[in-house]
């Protein structure tokens, strides 16, 4: 079962008034644990982009502070931090691999790159610490603070998108954070990734909408 094209604007909607709620943001049931996620089709990327674009300008309006993060720019960054010797070696090897199977060139560089991006000290320490740095620039906005994660299907097929929401809890400083997920959802809690992964049901957070 696909995400329906209407579904955007419905959870955007149902989002936002969850964020503005008079009593502080009411994405979760549970107090500590502010996590939401917005699937979409991976194809409706730019449609979505727009719908990110309005509701951060409704809650900047509304005295509040959004804090935009791109997995693809902090993926890109960690392999910068190889050193160019190090990258250059893994793209030889993989280009040498594929040669032989796509398959196993895409198995090479999956693997070299998990140790790197998964885990508590991967990608998830990277999106934990931008928030925490946002966080403290503006402490007098505490209630009024919102975090968007976004461009997930830059980590595909190298990561799970539930792992990263796994490590980030308690990490986050109680900021209310916002995955946007291309994938299918399946079921009342089950996703899948890019729409061609085993749908995950170890979701906790609420999916809208």
């Known amino acids: 079962m696909s995400v329906p ?4 604007a419905e959870a955007f909607a149902a ?32 449609k979505l982009r727009k719908h990110v674009q309005t509701l ?4 900047s309006a509304s005295g509040w502070v959004v804090l935009t993060l791109s997995l693809q720019a902090l993926l890109l960054e960690r392999i910068r931090a190889l050193g160019d010797d190090v990258v250059q ?7 040498r691999t594929a040669e032989a199977s ?12 998990a140790q790197h991006v998964e885990g508590p000290d991967g990608i998830a320490a ?21 975090a968007i994660v ?15 929401l796994k490590h980030l809890d308690g990490k986050t400083r109680n900021v209310p954070v916002v995955l946007l997920y291309p994938g ?8 899948s990734f890019m729409g061609v992964v085993n749908p995950d049901r170890d979701y906790r957070p609420r999916i809208y909408p």
Do not use: W
């Not at 070696?89 to 280009?95: A, P, W």
């Open 5 to 8: 094209r209407t579904a955007l």
């Open 15 to 46: 989002l936002r008034k969850d964020l503005i709620h008079p009593d502080g943001p009411q994405i979760s049931t549970m107090r500590n644990y502010r996590f939401a996620i917005v699937p979409y089709l991976p194809e409706d990327e730019f």
């Open 56 to 59: 951060v300008g409704d809650l």
């Open 89 to 95: 070696r893994i793209i030889d090897m993989e280009r």
């Open 102 to 113: 796509p398959e196993r060139g895409l198995n090479y560089l999956r693997g070299k790159l």
């Open 126 to 146: 990277d999106v934990a610490r931008e928030i925490c740095n946002f966080a403290d620039a503006h402490p007098d906005k505490a209630e009024r603070t919102l």
């Open 150 to 164: 976004g461009r997930a299907g830059a980590l595909y097929p190298f990561f799970r998108t539930s792992s990263l």
């Open 184 to 191: 299918v959802r399946q079921g009342d809690n089950g996703l």
